[in-house]
Nanobody, 113 residues
Framework: QVQLEESGGGWVQAGGSLRLSCEIS????????MGWYRQAPGKQRDLVAS?????TPTYADSVKGRFTISRVVKNMYLQMNSLKPEDTAVYYC?????????WGQGTQVTVSS
C-alpha cells in the first residue's frame, strides 16, 4: 500500500504563489509515476502535472510556465506561481504503482481575484 498526504494549500490573491507538498509513505518501490490532479466544484478531476520515476515532468497546457513539479525521495512538490482564480480547486496527490492508482485526501487551493 502507498499512503499519500498533501499539505500546503490555502488562500492566495491572484498573482501569488503557493507550494504544495505530498509526503509518500508505505510501500514506495516500483512507483512508476506520480502527479498532481485538481478538481473544481462540478468539474472532473484533471491532471495538472506528473513526473516519472526517472524525473521527466509533464504539464497541462493551462499551467505550463507557471507550475513546477518535483520529487525528492519521499516527498513530491508542486510550486505554483502566478496563480489565477481559475486555479481554484482541491488538489490531489497521485501515485501509480503496479497498475493501481493511489490518492491523497486533497488540499484546497483558493485564488481570489
Amino acid at each position: 500500500q502507498v499512503q499519500l498526504e498533501e499539505s500546503g494549500g490555502g488562500w492566495v490573491q491572484a498573482g501569488g504563489s503557493l507550494r504544495l507538498s505530498c509526503e509518500i509513505s508505505g510501500i514506495t518501490f516500483s512507483i512508476t509515476r506520480m502527479g498532481w490532479y485538481r478538481q473544481a466544484p462540478g468539474k472532473q478531476r484533471d491532471l495538472v502535472a506528473s513526473i516519472t520515476s526517472g524525473g521527466t515532468p509533464t504539464y497541462a497546457d493551462s499551467v505550463k510556465g507557471r507550475f513546477t513539479i518535483s520529487r525528492v525521495v519521499k516527498n513530491m512538490y508542486l510550486q505554483m506561481n502566478s496563480l489565477k482564480p481559475e486555479d481554484t480547486a482541491v488538489y490531489y496527490c497521485n501515485a501509480y504503482r503496479r497498475d493501481r492508482d493511489y490518492w491523497g485526501q486533497g488540499t484546497q487551493v483558493t485564488v481570489s481575484s
